[in-house]
């Protein structure tokens, strides 16, 4: 089994910044990607940001020049660093990993999310 989990959300004022945090724990193996989405009311889920082992990335459009993700490889850890938020980015931010790990005595692999954590921008 895999676990991630998520810190760092809450309420924050326009153009403030937040800091999400997401360790994985388990019988890891290792790591293909890891990421963040985030939903909205009434939406579905999208892609804010995802590292790939390698160290490249992706973001969303809306958030380019806005949202930093980075990993620590060795802690199994991604981080989603947010400046200049707006009340659009206002979600459950979910962390979403694509890991290979022992189960027993087999080796899996599957894309694993965590619980989900709340930010909330509004003045």
């Known amino acids: 089994q895999v676990q991630l989990v998520e810190s760092g959300g809450g309420l924050v004022q326009p153009g403030g910044s937040l800091r999400l945090s997401c360790a994985a724990s388990?019988?890891?193996?290792?790591?293909?990607?890891m990421g963040w989405y985030r939903q909205a009311p009434g939406m579905q889920r999208e892609l804010v940001a995802r590292i790939r082992s390698g160290s490249s990335t992706d973001y969303a459009d809306s958030v380019k020049g806005r949202f930093t993700i980075s990993g620590d490889s060795a802690k199994n850890t991604v981080y989603l660093q947010m400046d200049s938020l707006k009340p659009k980015d206002t979600a459950v931010y979910y962390c979403?990993?694509?890991?290979?790990?022992?189960?027993?005595?087999?080796?899996?692999?599957?894309?694993?999310w965590g619980q989900g954590t709340l930010v909330t921008v509004s003045s």
């Open positions: 388990g019988n890891i193996f290792s790591i293909n990607t």
């Open positions: 979403n990993a694509a890991v290979l790990f022992r189960d027993g005595g087999k080796m899996l692999y599957r894309e694993v």
